[in-house]
C-alpha cells in the first residue's frame, strides 16, 4: 500500500512539472492569409499573369513546329532528300529549342517561375513572419507553425492565428 501511494505521488508531481512546461503553440494557414489580404493577392495575380505569358509564348513556339511539319509534308513529293533533311534538321532545333525554353521556365529548381515566386513573395513571407511573431509575443505563444506546410496533423481552432494575421495585415494597407 506504501509503495502504491509513493508511485501515485510520483506519477501526479510527474503529471504537475510536465504540464508546467507544456508549451503554447499556435499556427498559421499561409495560403489563406495571401489569399485574403488584398495586397498579397495581387502578387499572386501577377504571377499567374507571367506563367500565361510563358505558356502562350510555349504554344506560339509548339504552333510554328506544328506548321513546318505540316508544310514539310505537303511538299515532300517535290523535294529533294537533301531539302527534306535541311527541313526536317530546322524542325528538330526548333523542337530543341522549345524543351530547353520549358526547362528554363519549368525548372522547378532554378525556373524562371520559380525565380519570379521567390522573388516576389519573400518580402510577403516575412511579413507575415514578423506579424506573426509580434502576435505571438503578446498572446504569449512559445512556437507558431506554418500549417500549409502539410505538417500539421491536428491543431485546435482556438489556437489558430490566422486571422489575427490576416487582420494585422490588412491594418498596414
Given at each position: ?25 499556435g499556427?498559421?494557414?499561409?495560403n ?7 495586397r ?29 511539319m ?50 516576389l ?22 512556437v ?23 487582420n494585422?495585415l490588412?491594418?498596414?494597407?
Amino acid at each position: 500500500m506504501k509503495k502504491l501511494t509513493i508511485l501515485t505521488f510520483v506519477l501526479l508531481l510527474t503529471f504537475f512539472v510536465v504540464d508546467g512546461f507544456a508549451q503554447k503553440i499556435g499556427y498559421v494557414d499561409v495560403n489563406q492569409v495571401i489569399a485574403k489580404v488584398p495586397r498579397f493577392r495581387k502578387v499572386q495575380e501577377e504571377l499567374n499573369k507571367k506563367a500565361q505569358a510563358y505558356e502562350q509564348e510555349m504554344a506560339k513556339r509548339y504552333q510554328e513546329i506544328q506548321r513546318m511539319m505540316n508544310e514539310l509534308e505537303e511538299q515532300r513529293v517535290v523535294l529533294s532528300k537533301e531539302k527534306i533533311k535541311q527541313k526536317e534538321e530546322l524542325i528538330r532545333q526548333k523542337y530543341l529549342e522549345l524543351q530547353k525554353f520549358m526547362q528554363q521556365v519549368y525548372d522547378p529548381n532554378n525556373g524562371l517561375l520559380v525565380q519570379e515566386n521567390e522573388k516576389l513573395t519573400k518580402p510577403i513571407v516575412q511579413e507575415i513572419q514578423d506579424v506573426a511573431k509580434k502576435i505571438a509575443q503578446k498572446e504569449r505563444f512559445d512556437v507558431i507553425i506554418n500549417a500549409t506546410s502539410g505538417i500539421l496533423i491536428y491543431a485546435d481552432p482556438r489556437n489558430d492565428l490566422t486571422q489575427k494575421v490576416i487582420n494585422e495585415l490588412n491594418k498596414k494597407k
